[in-house]
């Protein structure tokens, strides 16, 4: 714990001494010019290595001689070579004029300066911590007046980003349920099936006397080339599907080539359309197929002129069946927000991708409740065709609401 006096000719060979004799972790209280007589200005830097110095310097502001900032040089006439050389000192030769005159203490005014940037330091310190506490415990700030059985459901909510009105909601249906002894076991129960009752779910697909043509719409990243691979192979080898998959995403990089390597591999047919007019003769000509899965572009949902597009794309092909895929790791504002523009596009159900990246589905599910899109699969990884579930509401309760 040190804090220490610089001087020297200029302010970076006083940063560089400083860095050499504390570490790069020290931090410059103070620094001012010093007139030498006879020379040029000189740098004085007072630098400490952290905030426990307070004490310190407070020590040396109680015993700190307050010496003056201009020093009288002394010199050796006989080894001057002229009377102008002896006029003037170079300025390294009068930082360490200066030092050696002042060998340790510092002036009372830096060192009090000190004293008060430690002092600020700490208090900014404790601000941080203590806004930090706040911000923690805000999301919990109802738990104390709920009864121990029901506080440990509430936080476990919150915990899984259920807003407060919603995890609040849940919990008083639950404790109104008349649980005989109020346990945190019962409550539990009782919260994940009013979770799993309020969730609307989709049917999986089955194979139809008839062709069944799937389009798949969303965000750009949602993860619909993924999921389309994934339930063409499911589809594949569950019913043995004599499948065709067909690319309308001519935008996305590498898109479509991806698509059709994974039909060459898994031996289904692929199409690439691209325009409506070719989609809508593509799904006529193709219509002994049991499935043909359409990837749309993804677009944002902040445009609706690019949700049009994908609109004339679906009127062309006529789906029997619009998937919108999103992902779990979308905040909720944005989940919602996605819900309601493709909306206009008229999606009959929901693909959720990438549970296994969300931090707490709370709001996922508070978002459909609300916009009452039925669920019909939900992805966990990468893995074809393992890692995709036919939506189950007990499992989701669980997976918000694990054993506590």
Not at 215 to 232: M, R, Y
Not at 282 to 300: A, L, M, P, W
Not at 315 to 321: C, F, R, T, V
Not at 365 to 384: N, S, V
Request: net charge negative.
């Amino acid at each position: 714990m040190r804090m220490k006096k610089f001087i020297a000719p200029s302010m970076k060979e006083g940063i560089i001494q400083m860095k050499k004799e504390l570490g790069e972790d020290a931090v410059i209280l103070s620094t001012r010019n010093v007139k030498v007589e006879g020379s040029a200005d000189i740098v004085e830097i007072i630098a400490a290595l952290d905030d426990q110095l307070l004490g310190q310097a407070s020590e040396l502001h109680a015993s700190g001689s307050g010496e003056k900032s201009t020093v009288k040089t002394t010199q050796d006439k006989s080894a001057s070579p002229s009377p102008q050389a002896q006029k003037t000192v170079s300025a390294s030769k009068a930082a360490a004029v200066y030092s050696q005159s002042h060998p340790s203490n510092d002036d009372e005014q830096n060192i009090s300066q000190a004293a008060t940037l430690l002092q600020l330091r700490n208090d900014v310190r404790w601000l941080k911590e203590t806004l930090a506490a706040v911000a923690e415990s805000i999301p919990f700030r109802y738990a104390n007046s709920l009864s121990p059985a029901n506080r440990e459901v509430y936080t476990t909510l919150r915990g899984q980003d259920f807003p407060d009105d919603e995890a609040l909601r849940i919990v008083g249906l639950a404790s109104a349920k008349g649980t005989t002894n109020d346990t945190s076991e019962e409550i539990l129960a009782a919260a994940r099936e009013i979770i799993s009752s309020e969730l609307s779910l989709f049917p999986p697909l089955e194979v139809r006397p008839t062709s069944t043509t799937v389009a798949f719409v969303g965000t750009t990243g949602g993860g619909k080339t993924t999921t389309i691979t994934k339930l063409a192979a499911i589809c594949k080898l569950l019913y043995k599907a004599n499948i065709l998959i067909v690319s309308a995403d001519t935008y996305k990089v590498g898109g479509a080539e991806q698509l059709q390597t994974f039909a060459s591999i898994a031996g289904i047919a692929f199409h690439t359309a691209y325009s409506s007019q070719e989609l809508r003769q593509i799904v006529k000509q193709e219509s002994k197929r049991d499935f043909i899965f359409i990837d749309t572009v993804g677009r944002s949902q902040q445009r609706r002129q690019h949700l049009l597009e994908i609109g004339a794309y679906l009127e062309a092909a006529s789906p029997d069946i619009t998937y919108l895929v999103q992902s779990a790791s979308t905040g909720e504002q944005t989940f919602l927000q996605t819900l309601e523009r493709f909306s206009v596009l008229e999606p009959d159900a929901l693909i959720l991708t990438k549970l296994d990246e969300s931090a707490g589905l709370g709001g996922i599910l508070t978002a459909l409740r609300r916009h009452t899109l039925p669920l019909a699969y939900y992805t966990t990884g990468q893995k074809i065709p393992d890692d995709i579930e036919t939506a189950r509401a007990e499992r989701l309760a669980e997976i918000v609401l694990p054993q506590l």
